[in-house]
Structure formats: C-alpha cells, structure tokens
C-alpha cells in the first residue's frame, strides 16, 4: 500500500512540473537591465469625419534620470495604408520622459483618403534598450461614416423624359426620408412627385407606392438595388450623393420599363 502511494506521489509531482514548464514557455524571464517595447501590439483605428487621432503607447521596464528616445519605422513590406492619404505620422521617433516608464506616438487619420474596408499600418521600435519582443505594432485604419439623413427635404426633380413633357417640369414638393437603420432609408414616389399627385396619377392609375425606393448612404454616396417601378427597374444614374458641408442630397434616376428620368435635388428643412 506504502508503494502505491509513492508512485501516484511521484505521478502527480511529474504532472504538475510539466504544466508549470508549459505554462512558462510564455512568460518573458528578465535576467537584468532596462528594456523598453510596446505595450500592445495590435489595435483598430476608426477614422471619422473630424480627422481623430489616436497614440499607440511604449513603454520601459525601469525609470531613467534622462529623456529617452526611439526610433520608429514604417514596416513598408507589411504595410498597406498610405502616409498623406490616410494617416500622418507625425514623428519617426518615441520619447520616454525622464523620471517616466511610458511614451507615446502619436497617429493622425485623414478621413477623405481613409478606406471603409480598411488598411494596415505596422511600426516596428528600435534603439536604445527595445527588448527582443513587441517591438513591432500593427494599427488597422478604417473610415467610420455616420448617417444621418433622416427628416424633411423640399425636393426639387428636373426630369429628362417623361409621356407628360414639357409640362410638369421641373417640380417641387416636400418629401421625407425614413431611417432604417445602419444608413438605409425610405423615399415614398422617388419620382418627385410624377407618380403620386402627378400626371402619371391621372393616367396610369400610380399613387403614393407606386415608385417607393430604399436607399443607402455610404459615407455620403447614394447607392441602391433592386428597387422598381410598375414597369420596371429604377437605375442610378449620374450624381447620387451627399454634399457634406451643406446636407443637399441629389439622386439621379432612370427607369428601365419606358425610360422616365430625372434628378432629384434634396434640401434639408
């Protein structure tokens, strides 16, 4: 019984000094000195229209009586983002404070250049004390676009064919946008007006459905599928697009079935 106990002793003492071992593979042992590496080593980057910044922090395993400072490099066969286009860095080097463990650099977003199904930036750290490890960063940059169309416009539709022209052109009423969500709304009679209250009305028997449309704004295009009349698709067609200092959105249309078309100018109210 005395053996037995010994042996499921020494079994368990084996065990437990294996899984300690593996636990330590990753665990980085300091045998003395200062080293200095990035804190994290990946992040994300969502650039909005106010051009944001964001830092990305070093920082040293010991304080020093004097300013310290690194290098830091764009890693070009890594990186995808553009410099001047859809980041500025503003400094190829980190500074540690004297007296401080941390640093920071400091990486600014250009909102018209940024990508929407984003790009890749990677820094490497090096010089002075940078440790053999997380000295190399990678930042994903995208642009981030808020929506915010819904609401009352006047609306005004210059048409380029329609079976009632010259008459009924160009024509102007109020007209709402519904939001949806995630930057998808709801236009009743895209026709501006042609089709509800219209001449289209009289005559083709068209009302108030007859050319609903949903629509999405990405990053201040105007885009569409799928949507039609009751003879056909409804097609882009020239500008589709938010003008974002003032908010006007114009959409350019042309339906498939016998070619009515136009362009919708939308003033917010």
């Known amino acids: 019984m005395k053996k037995s106990i010994l042996l499921l002793t020494a079994v368990v003492l084996s065990l437990f000094m294996f899984s300690c071992d593996e636990e330590n593979e990753n665990i980085h042992i300091y045998d003395s000195g200062t ?6 080593t990946a992040g994300n980057f969502f650039v909005t229209a106010d051009n944001p ?11 020093s009586s004097a300013a310290r400072t690194f290098t830091v490099s764009i890693d070009t066969d890594a990186t995808t983002a553009v410099q001047g286009v859809e980041y500025v860095l503003d400094s190829n080097t980190v500074t540690i404070p004297a007296g401080s463990y941390f640093g920071t650099v400091e990486i600014g977003g250009l909102f018209d250049g940024a990508l929407e199904e984003g790009s890749t930036l990677v820094l490497n750290l090096s010089g002075g004390s940078t440790a053999g490890f997380d000295t190399q960063y990678t930042l994903n940059i995208f642009k981030l676009c808020e929506s915010d169309l819904a609401g009352m416009y006047e609306v005004t539709t ?7 022209l ?8 109020m007209m709402e946008w519904v939001e949806l969500g995630e930057g998808a709304y709801f236009i009743q009679d895209f026709s501006g007006g042609l089709y509800d209250g219209g001449p289209y009305t009289d005559a083709y028997g068209t ?4 050319m609903d449309v949903v629509v999405n704004d990405i990053c201040g295009n105007i885009s569409w599928i799928d949507q039609a009349d009751p003879w056909g698709d409804i097609l882009p067609n020239g500008v589709n697009s938010v003008d974002p200092n003032t908010g006007v959105i114009t959409t350019s249309w042309t339906c498939t079935g016998y070619g009515e078309n136009g362009v919708s100018v939308y003033v917010p109210q």
């Open 35 to 40: 080293v200095t590496y990035f804190t994290n």
């Open 158 to 164: 210059t048409y380029g064919f329609h079976d009632f």
């Open 53 to 63: 910044t964001t830092t990305i922090e070093v920082v040293s395993s010991s304080t």
């Open 207 to 210: 009302g108030p459905a007859s």
């Open 166 to 173: 010259p008459d009924f052109n160009p024509h102007t009423q």
